[in-house]
């Protein structure tokens, strides 16, 4: 079998020495797979996500990137191996146009470099999101919550990443516009770019990833081909088997999923 493009192996990482907010994790990727991450807040998946791009090094265990341990290596480094981490929130200088705001996330040193990285990749995120040419002059800042998550993609897009670590991609977002993006990130599969998205909901990731892992408590609760599982396992494994709820709260966390207000 091919190389793993990405081995999360044995990591326990947390924010204190001792005090781990994720144990004992163990991941693996291929090329061209995406990986949806699933957990209730507080359930460690973004401190997996920062563990994998680098902001956080873990105590124990390894994050491999082709083979290769990355040990300490920076998040920008890890970005320029094709490793690249979209935060919560929308990454966007307000200050700034979004044409501008492309070509100072390409990380070219000069000017012509910037347009030479943004053209090569300009049919791709023009094409995914036309509203951000339509934009190009607009200040970032001015933009929707909805048009700011669609630049931070870009913005992410530009840097050339092989494999892409999306956190919360549709927090605060209205359904249509949360629609929109997954629409992106599927296009973004069939041109063989790898992902691992994290959300609180498993609906939208199930449709858009063939590997579903649970977090519960810092812990993999699940770890699965999307084919091979289902809606009630991610429930046992969202809420441990110890305290399954009745619908009522489960539904209550899919409304929350699926109702932010916010375009
Ligand atoms: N900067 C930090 N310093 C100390 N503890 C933190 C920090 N960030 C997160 N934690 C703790 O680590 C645990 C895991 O948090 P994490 O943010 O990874 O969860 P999450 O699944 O991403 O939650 P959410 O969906 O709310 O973003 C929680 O107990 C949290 O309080």
């Given at each position: 079998?091919?190389?793993?493009l990405l081995?999360?192996?044995?990591?326990?990482?947390?924010?204190r020495?001792?005090?781990?907010?994720?144990?004992?994790?163990?991941?693996?990727?291929?090329?061209?797979d995406?990986?949806?991450?699933?957990?209730?807040?507080?359930?460690?998946?973004?401190?997996?996500?920062?563990?994998?791009?680098?902001?956080?090094?873990?105590?124990?265990?390894?994050?491999?990137?082709?083979?290769?341990?990355l040990?300490?290596?920076?998040?920008?480094?890890?970005?320029?191996?094709?490793?690249?981490?979209l935060?919560?929130?929308?990454?966007?200088?307000?200050?700034?146009t979004v044409?501008?705001?492309?070509?100072?996330?390409?990380?070219?040193?000069?000017?012509?470099?910037?347009?030479?990285?943004?053209?090569a990749v300009a049919?791709?995120?023009?094409g995914?999101?036309?509203?951000?040419?339509?934009?190009?002059d607009?200040?970032?800042?001015l933009m929707?919550?909805?048009?700011?998550?669609?630049?931070?993609?870009?913005?992410a897009?530009?840097?050339?990443?092989?494999?892409?670590?999306?956190?919360?991609?549709?927090?605060?977002l209205?359904?249509?516009v949360?629609d929109?993006?997954?629409?992106?990130?599927?296009?973004?599969?069939?041109?063989?770019?790898?992902?691992?998205?994290?959300e609180?909901?498993?609906?939208?990731?199930?449709?858009?990833?063939?590997?579903i892992?649970?977090?519960n408590?810092?812990?993999?609760?699940?770890?699965?081909?999307?084919?091979?599982?289902d809606?009630?396992?991610?429930?046992?494994?969202?809420?441990?088997?110890?305290h399954?709820?009745?619908d009522?709260?489960?539904a209550?966390?899919e409304?929350?999923?699926?109702?932010h207000?916010?375009g």
């Amino acid at each position: 079998m091919a190389e793993q493009l990405l081995k999360v192996n044995k990591v326990d990482a947390g924010y204190r020495r001792g005090a781990h907010a994720i144990r004992d994790i163990n991941l693996g990727l291929h090329a061209g797979d995406a990986l949806g991450v699933v957990g209730m807040n507080g359930a460690g998946k973004s401190t997996l996500m920062a563990t994998i791009a680098g902001r956080l090094v873990p105590e124990n265990g390894t994050v491999e990137l082709e083979g290769r341990d990355l040990g300490r290596m920076s998040p920008d480094r890890r970005a320029r191996q094709g490793l690249v981490l979209l935060p919560e929130g929308h990454q966007v200088i307000g200050a700034l146009t979004v044409e501008q705001n492309l070509l100072v996330a390409s990380g070219a040193r000069t000017f012509r470099g910037a347009r030479r990285r943004l053209a090569a990749v300009a049919d791709l995120v023009y094409g995914l999101f036309p509203i951000l040419a339509d934009r190009a002059d607009q200040l970032a800042g001015l933009m929707s919550g909805g048009e700011q998550q669609m630049l931070s993609i870009g913005r992410a897009l530009v840097t050339g990443p092989r494999l892409l670590l999306l956190d919360e991609p549709s927090l605060g977002l209205a359904p249509a516009v949360v629609d929109r993006i997954y629409d992106a990130l599927t296009d973004l599969r069939r041109e063989q770019l790898s992902l691992v998205v994290v959300e609180q909901n498993d609906t939208r990731l199930r449709n858009l990833c063939n590997k579903i892992v649970v977090l519960n408590s810092g812990v993999v609760t699940l770890s699965a081909a999307t084919e091979d599982t289902d809606k009630d396992a991610i429930r046992r494994a969202y809420f441990g088997a110890s305290h399954l709820p009745g619908d009522a709260v489960l539904a209550s966390h899919e409304a929350e999923g699926d109702s932010h207000v916010q375009g």
